[in-house]
T-cell receptor, first 111, second 112 residues
Framework: KQEVTQIPAALSVPEGENLVLNCSFTDSAIYNLQWFRQDPGKGLTSLLL???SQREQTSGRLNASLDKSSGRSTLYIAASQPGDSATYLC??????????WGAGTKLIIKP | DGGITQSPKYLFRKEGQNVTLSCEQN?????MYWYRQDPGQGLRLIYY???????QKGDIAEGYSVSREKKESFPLTVTSAQKNPTAFYLC???????????FGQGTRLTVV
């Protein structure tokens, strides 16, 4: 059974720092991997989708990588800003057409 | 603007009542999903639909029901059989399974 783990559970850094959020999954037979952002009390915003044949995707200050063989993905945030404060969720699409979710990393960027 | 609209944003239910949460999308997506989110837990799939007039149970379907009569609409009914319905409910859609999923802003349901 696919399991997704996100480390760390929480992270607090000063503004301006570059940071990395980690996501690992137990079964390398995934279709795609998606990173989301969730603000308190709000829905989820899709940040990046990495297809299983891709190694990375970039959007602005965000870069996500995927290594299927090792079961890992990272989300790199450059030059962090207070507005980046949110919970970041990683999810993988499995063979049963369902998203399998990590528990998220709560990120706080201190001004 | 294209997107997913969930309504209402807040919903209060009395014990023993059924309530229906609305989810509408104008993205022309075939697949739609309902998730439940509880504090400190990951999202859990309630039901999903890959096409009109067809839907499948997710991991926690007991006490819930859905319909998919139109491509753009996927309402969720929380029945009185659901013992602990207080949660944040999220609706999502994707062009097809395994492609990028997009979410609505959620409905917070509270039992009073």
């Amino acid at each position: 059974k696919q399991e997704v783990t996100q480390i760390p559970a929480a992270l607090s850094v000063p503004e301006g720092e570059n940071l990395v959020l980690n996501c690992s999954f137990t079964d390398s037979a995934i279709y795609n991997l998606q990173w989301f952002r969730q603000d308190p009390g709000k829905g989820l915003t899709s940040l990046l989708l990495i297809q299983s044949s891709q190694r990375e995707q970039t959007s602005g200050r965000l870069n996500a990588s995927l290594d299927k063989s090792s079961g890992r993905s990272t989300l790199y945030i450059a030059a962090s800003q207070p507005g980046d404060s949110a919970t970041y969720l990683c999810a993988v699409w499995g063979s049963n057409y369902q998203l399998i979710w990590g528990a998220g990393t709560k990120l706080i960027i201190k001004p | 603007d294209g997107g997913i609209t969930q309504s209402p944003k807040y919903l209060f239910r009395k014990e023993g009542q059924n309530v229906t949460l609305s989810c509408e999308q104008n993205l022309n997506h075939d697949a739609m999903y309902w998730y439940r989110q509880d504090p400190g837990q990951g999202l859990r799939l309630i039901y999903y639909s890959q096409i009109v007039n067809d839907f499948q149970k997710g991991d926690i379907a007991e006490g819930y029901s859905v319909s998919r009569e139109k491509k753009e609409s996927f309402p969720l009914t929380v029945t009185s059989a659901q013992k602990n319905p207080t949660a944040f409910y999220l609706c999502a859609s994707s062009d097809e399974p395994n492609t990028e999923a997009f979410f609505g802003q959620g409905t917070r349901l509270t039992v009073v």
